[in-house]
């Protein structure tokens, strides 16, 4: 109705005061840490561009949580390898820092130099790009995360937002707090990042059974 007043088919959108139904937020089923740990165990090594810069983006989600748009989006000059911290551009252009392993930082060590030696190179402030030197699209960062964890991994939805649930539960599971969460994921509510909660709390409910005396 939108586009035909648009279009002006129509003198009156005739949904203009009706409202959608509220539907509650259902979280994807997250990777566990073995999947995780299986995937970087089956992709090895990397050797060669592709392969080092495939490997980075998939450990990229992990460790930093940010959105496929985010990832592809990410400017050269927004990585500080010194200080171990990356400035994400998130929704509504709301800036974040997100601090990085080590390990990630070594990694983007390697995958610059790769980077550098490209023959071409049209786009020179993306971080990521093609190996024509395009900036990446969102199918091909959707295709490649999905191939990858098809390897290790039965779930249906397999996809850059499932690894972002990935990140939260993961932390909430490992003792993170909810604020701090919240912050890594640029929400910005509690409210929306609540609803990971569910997932750390089936593990607590877990480490409750097993630990308390009653229980037995």
Do not use: W
Not at 127 to 152: A, C, D, P, Q, T
Request: hydrophobic fraction near 40%.
């Amino acid at each position: 109705y939108k586009f035909l007043l648009k279009t002006k088919q129509i003198e009156v959108n005739p949904m203009l005061k009706h409202k959608s139904l509220k539907t509650p937020k259902v979280v994807q089923i997250p990777f566990s840490e073995k999947e995780l740990s299986d995937l970087l165990t089956v992709i090895g090594a990397p050797v060669g561009f592709e392969e080092i810069r495939d490997r980075l983006i998939v450990e990229m989600f992990y460790v930093t949580g940010m959105r496929r748009a985010e990832l592809i989006n990410l400017m050269i000059k927004n990585v500080d390898r010194s200080n171990g911290l990356i400035k994400v551009l998130g929704k509504r252009n709301k800036e974040r820092i997100i601090p990085i392993l080590p390990i990630i930082a070594d990694q983007i060590d390697l995958y610059m130099k790769e980077r550098d030696g490209l023959d071409s190179l049209v786009n020179h402030e993306c971080f990521f790009v093609s190996k024509k030197g395009l900036k990446l699209s969102e199918s091909f960062v959707y295709r490649l995360i999905n191939s990858y964890f098809s390897r290790v991994s039965e779930k249906v939805k397999k996809s850059p937002h499932v690894l972002r649930h990935t990140f939260a539960t993961h932390l909430l599971n490992n003792g993170a707090d909810l604020n701090s969460v919240k912050e890594l994921l640029g929400h910005s509510s509690l409210a929306s990042t609540q609803v990971y909660t569910h997932n750390s709390l089936a593990e607590l409910k877990k480490v409750y059974r097993g630990a308390h005396p009653r229980s037995k």
